[in-house]
């Protein structure tokens, strides 16, 4: 999620902005003098929308690596593991498909598995 197009976008926009004032002024046109302040505002927003992407995908970024470090993200990953594990044990023993019962034991054991190195990674941490 970059933000670099917002800002390049932004940045065309509010030098045409300027640009359209300057000749607004000089051939004495409120309404290009106008336009031209509405681009250039426009651009300014285009900039700051970019810049608060980056920002957001910084902030992401290190909060999925804080995660990760915590043994967070293991955790949660085996509880979904496991859950999705137990659904899929039900609709095999449900529709009398054994391979769908015994795929889906073994994804909760995944899950177990993730949840026990999320515990671990989280007492060493």
Do not use: C, H
């Not at 290009?32 to 995908?57: H, R, Y």
């Not at 593991?81 to 044990?89: L, P, R, V």
């Amino acid at each position: 999620m970059s933000g670099t197009s917002d800002k390049i976008k932004g940045k065309a926009n509010e030098i045409i902005g300027e640009a359209k004032q300057g000749v607004g002024k000089a051939i004495s046109s409120d309404r290009l003098q106008v336009d031209g302040k509405a681009q250039e505002i426009k651009g300014i927003v285009q900039k700051k929308v970019g810049e608060a992407k980056d920002a957001a995908s910084d902030a992401f970024g290190e909060a999925t690596r804080a995660a990760e470090e915590s043994g967070a993200t293991s955790t949660i990953k085996g509880y979904a593991n496991k859950a999705a594990g137990k659904i899929k044990e039900a609709a095999g023993r449900a529709t009398g498909s054994p391979d769908t019962e015994v795929e889906g034991l073994a994804q909760q054991a995944k899950g177990e598995a993730q949840k026990a190195a999320g515990t671990i990674k989280r007492a060493a941490g």
